[in-house]
């Protein structure tokens, strides 16, 4: 399942940095989508996202994920970090997941209540 490879890969580099752990990183931009789409998880410190997130990668990450047809080449490349080609491909692609988990998430759960009413009715 490609979220699962997405969600950790580790690299142990962020920008010019070398052996530097990025999975706060990765997991505030994971957190902060699912925020975004209405996704709330309780063991997690959402204060955390505001540490490792600048506001321009938040308006990246969030154009991405709630209207992506006017993501521009300007808005991949003003992140507001020196992030390598790499590392910006893997911030789009980590919000991206995110985005289908919590979509995939309301779809089941429209299912599932759906099934559950079908029964109470018969």
């Not at 950790?8 to 931009?29: G, H, K, L, W, Y």
């Not at 990668?57 to 490349?77: E, M, S």
Request: hydrophobic content about 45%; glycine content about 4%; overall charge positive.
């Amino acid at each position: 399942m490609i979220v699962i490879i997405v969600a950790v890969v580790v690299v142990r580099r962020f920008s010019e940095n070398e052996d530097v752990n990025t999975e706060p990183f990765r997991m505030a931009i994971w957190h902060y989508v699912h925020r975004i789409k209405g996704l709330f998880h309780d063991d997690y410190n959402y204060a955390q996202v505001n540490v490792w997130l600048n506001r321009a990668i938040k308006a990246y990450v969030k154009k991405l994920t709630c209207a992506p047809n006017t993501i521009v080449k300007r808005d991949f490349l003003d992140m507001g970090v020196a992030l390598t080609m790499q590392e910006r491909c893997h911030v789009a692609l980590l919000a991206i997941e995110a985005r289908k988990q919590a979509e995939l998430v309301y779809g089941l759960h429209a299912i599932m209540k759906y099934q559950l009413g079908s029964r109470s009715q018969q």
